[in-house]
Nanobody, 130 residues
């Protein structure tokens, strides 16, 4: 079983930057599919960014493209989310997630949707003020 622990959240001003980290334990390497999700009060959990740790294929929500960057360090079993040019609308609880590749169109691929992930971290709060 995989355990995920996030860190790096905090409070910043509009335009600031934060770097979130997600460290996996229970296995010697990251799961095939890793992703960041966020959830604001009263809203559904939404995808922010995802990565196929084997092929480094990434996926980003339109709202964060050009501002956020997802990356991995397999030697440390850690995934990162570099967040630049933060906006108040980025305020949310951010969650790290891990899951397997799923069969799609005859190929085993990562699906960057909430239902595709079976391991979740505890969340780390990100607050961006004006």
């Amino acid at each position: 079983q995989v355990q995920l622990v996030e860190s790096g959240g905090g409070s910043v001003q509009d335009g600031g930057s934060l770097r979130l980290s997600c460290t996996a334990s229970g296995y010697t390497s990251l799961r095939n599919c890793m992703a960041w999700f966020r959830q604001a009060p009263g809203k559904k959990r939404e995808e922010v960014a995802g990565i196929d740790t084997g092929g480094s294929k990434t996926d980003y929500a339109d709202s964060v493209k050009g501002r956020f960057t997802i990356s991995q360090d397999n030697t440390k079993n850690t995934m990162y989310l570099q967040m630049n040019s933060l906006k108040p609308e980025d305020t949310a609880m951010y969650y790290c997630a891990a899951g397997p590749r799923l069969l799609r169109a005859g190929t085993w691929q990562c699906r960057f949707t909430v239902d595709a992930y079976n391991y979740w971290g505890q969340g780390t709060q990100v607050t961006v003020s004006s």
